[in-house]
């Protein structure tokens, strides 16, 4: 009897491990509350990561392994979508803004100007606030794909060049201006640039794991 109870009582608390694990609703999505202060130039995809990393730790979440939502094309070019996980993501007041890959990059998304928030809980502006700072850094298509628009891999900052910007706030003009991750490419890659399109040089991050 005693066997047959410590294993009832190990498959117990298996089951409330798993469930504990899968109701785990912690931040694990937000765009960036500051960019790099140099434009386009984050440091590469590394210094990116670094930043997502860093916001993140000052926000009681940094245990987690922290990617930039950011594609990079040419040699050794990777898709912003290969590089965040499986999800689910939630954001930092606990809401689900997508279940998996194919939900973030379809219209049944959760992301939006309210939902879309910094890693300290605050909303980002969007177009109808001054200044508007809706465009946010991806350089990547409307499936999360690379581009040719990523600010040479994210370490220019000069007034020519582009990266894709997408509108968190899904309003805007451009390509295709509801869309988070693909609304237009920025008019330049310096910090000016950036601002004077409608953004600040934010990008978003999302927990691998």
Known sequence: MGFKRNILMLAGAALLSTSAMAQDTSMSFFITSKGSGDGGNLGGLAGADMICKSLATAAGQGDKDWKAYLSTNGDGGVNARDRIGQGPWYNAKGVMVARDIDD??????????????????????????????????????????????????????????????????????????????????????????????????????????
């Open 104 to 209: 973030l990059h379809s219209d049944n998304n959760k992301l939006s100007k309210e939902n879309s928030l910094s890693e300290m809980g605050m909303m980002i502006n969007g177009r109808d606030d001054s200044p508007n700072q809706h465009d946010i850094l991806t350089g990547s298509d409307l499936m999360g794909m690379m581009s040719e628009n990523t600010c040479s891999n994210w370490t220019s900052s000069v007034e020519d060049g582009s990266g894709n910007v997408g509108h968190h706030d899904r309003q805007g003009g451009g390509v295709n201006p509801i869309s988070w991750n693909f609304a237009h490419p920025s008019r330049g890659c310096s910090q000016q640039n950036l601002i004077a399109t409608g953004g600040n040089g934010y990008f978003y991050c999302f927990a691998a794991k």
